[in-house]
């Protein structure tokens, strides 16, 4: 099993930046497919981005391509969303998530593992 811990949340005016992490703990982090979701007030659970175990391949949602990347130091067990021209939409709380297989998805009932949550806020 692994344990995950998000931060680096906060809030941020329409246009800015932030830098989420997860950190992982327990099973042996590179053996892990990671992902990234979010889920705004009344709205479902959404999948952001995705990453391979060797960071090789990522995957992410139309609605963030070209603004947010996804990256991953296996030496510090960590994954991480760069978040960049921040839009109000993409308020949410972000989720990290972990999957022990072959591919990455872009289904959250897929990840067998999640971490608490951190928020983010943009404002307009």
């Known amino acids: 099993q692994v344990q995950l811990v998000e931060s680096g949340g906060g809030l941020v005016q329409a246009g800015g930046s932030l830098r989420l992490s997860c950190a992982a703990s327990?099973?042996?982090?590179?053996?892990?497919?990671m992902g990234w979701f979010r889920q705004a007030p009344g709205k479902e659970r959404e999948f952001v981005a995705a990453i391979r175990r060797s960071g090789s391949v990522t995957n992410y949602a139309d609605s963030v391509k070209g603004r947010l990347t996804i990256s991953r130091d296996n030496a510090k067990n960590t994954v991480y969303l760069q978040m960049n021209s921040l839009k109000p939409d993409d308020t949410a709380i972000y989720y990290c998530?972990?999957?022990?297989?072959?591919?990455?998805?872009?289904?959250?009932?897929?990840?067998?593992?999640w971490g608490q949550g951190t928020q983010v806020t943009v404002s307009s």
């Open positions: 327990g099973d042996r982090f590179s053996l892990y497919q």
């Open positions: 998530a972990a999957r022990a297989a072959l591919t990455i998805t872009t289904r959250w009932n897929d990840y067998a593992y």
